[in-house]
């Protein structure tokens, strides 16, 4: 894995930990987090999705 892969899928795991967290507090709804989820994954060239 390349050093720029590696940082891309940190980037991605982050954004979606956070985004678990606005989540948890009732902050967005579970509609916006698979939409956020999802355009974060195309942004980040995420190939995969292991949530």
Do not use: G, H, Q
């Amino acid at each position: 894995m390349e050093n720029t892969t590696a940082k891309k899928n940190s980037a991605f795991y982050y954004s979606v930990n956070m985004l678990r967290m606005l989540l948890s507090m009732e902050l967005i709804t579970d509609d916006e987090y698979e939409k956020i989820v999802s355009i974060s994954a195309e942004y980040y060239d995420v190939e995969r999705i292991y949530i």
